[in-house]
């Protein structure tokens, strides 16, 4: 695998911050979304300064950036963060799970995450509107809930909370503005 | 205040399509203003207030559901946790636990559930929350009857 050249490294970082961030709100992020977010945050570094290191490592490495994007591009990422922010031997046992996951990787995990829930209304809890209308993204909190996208980041800029269960969505670290 | 606007006519809609669902809840809109609502709900049975009709004033800020709406009694009653002047209500949900899945509606369920259930250990009508916490059941009741009759209940005439 060909190495990221170092002037990569503020875009690998960004992408990583932002991956972050979208990460606790589980929804599948395509490269489209992630680049323009790159070009938002590269003017944001003091935002990133902001989120320790150590929370940028493997775990969500291995559930977001491959599980989700599922670019090759995302794997190269992958392996630089893990060779710059972990010990070599963790790095070592990282690449192998990572690698572990990749073969056990069949179906794209989008098609569950995409499947609109059944117990909960189909409508937004924000705006109301149902989910399904045309044109709007959603995203889906570790407590499963479903929200548009718009809807759910207007409320967990401030709040970090699942507006139906209060399940803490989203962590100190992942609160950022990614200004999109 | 567009996302605002929008969702509070759903929830408009909401009321007119579900007029009958709660018999106790009676919310109007402003007519010509969406951000102003008032709503009667009946005092809950086995309470003090049972039998009394108590009109409530909603302003919904433009931030709306991001932030709660402001809500208080336009009628006069005698409860811990209502201002006996202004008549603003101390209730979580209204303050620092609000989350936008609340609606007018279930506000308005909240506050009945309120009238319902005091909580006397943080009172915004102090000699109300003092009789409570003493203890002295009976003096809470017949005050918050009293004021119920003379404030709630329709002059027969």
């Given amino acids: 695998m060909e190495p990221l050249p170092k002037k990569q490294w503020g875009k690998v970082i960004n992408s990583a911050a932002f991956c972050y961030y979208k990460f606790d709100l589980l929804r599948p992020i395509n490269l489209e979304e992630c680049t323009d977010a ?16 150590e929370d940028l490592s493997s775990w969500w490495l291995k559930h977001l950036v491959i599980y989700r994007l599922k670019y090759p591009l995302a794997i190269r990422k992958a392996y630089r963060l893990l060779d710059g922010f972990t010990k070599p031997a963790e790095a070592e046992s990282e690449k192998k799970s990572i690698h572990r996951l990749l073969d056990g990787f069949t179906k794209p995990a989008e098609a569950d995450l995409e499947k609109p829930s059944t117990d909960e209304s189909e ?44 399940v803490v969505a989203v962590r100190d670290c992942a609160i950022i503005s990614p200004q999109i | 205040m567009q996302a605002s606007r929008a969702r509070l006519f759903k929830e408009y809609k909401e009321v007119q399509r ?26 809950p ?39 006996f002047k ?3 209500i101390c ?33 915004l009508n102090c000699d109300s929350g003092n009789l409570l916490r003493s203890g002295d059941v009976r ?15 329709p002059k027969k005439t």
Avoid at chain 1, 42 to 52: A, C, K, M, S
């Fill in chain 1, 38 to 53: 790159i070009k938002d945050l590269e003017y944001n570094h003091d935002v990133l300064r902001n989120i320790p290191l």
């Fill in chain 1, 123 to 166: 409508k937004c809890a924000v705006c109301l509107d149902k989910l399904e209308e045309t044109g709007r993204n959603q995203t889906r909190l570790v407590c499963n809930h479903i929200y548009h996208e718009d809807c759910i980041f207007k409320w967990v800029s401030n709040h970090k909370t699942c507006p139906l269960c209060r």
């Fill in chain 2, 18 to 43: 579900e007029k009958s669902a709660d018999p106790d809840i009676q919310l109007v809109c402003d007519d010509s203003n969406i951000f102003k609502w008032t709503a009667l709900i009946k005092g």
């Fill in chain 2, 45 to 83: 049975s086995e309470t003090p207030y049972e039998g009394g009709v108590f009109q409530l004033a909603f302003a919904i800020p433009e931030q709306y559901p991001l932030l709660p709406p402001q809500v208080r009694f336009l009628t006069k009653i005698f409860h811990p946790n209502v201002h």
């Fill in chain 2, 86 to 88: 202004t008549g603003e």
């Fill in chain 2, 91 to 123: 209730l979580d949900i209204l303050k620092n636990a609000w989350s936008p899945a609340w609606t007018l509606q279930s506000v308005c369920r909240a506050i009945i559930a309120l009238m319902a259930h005091p909580e006397p250990d943080s009172p």
């Fill in chain 2, 139 to 153: 003096g809470f009741q017949s005050m918050a009857r009293m004021y119920t009759r003379l404030a709630a209940m």
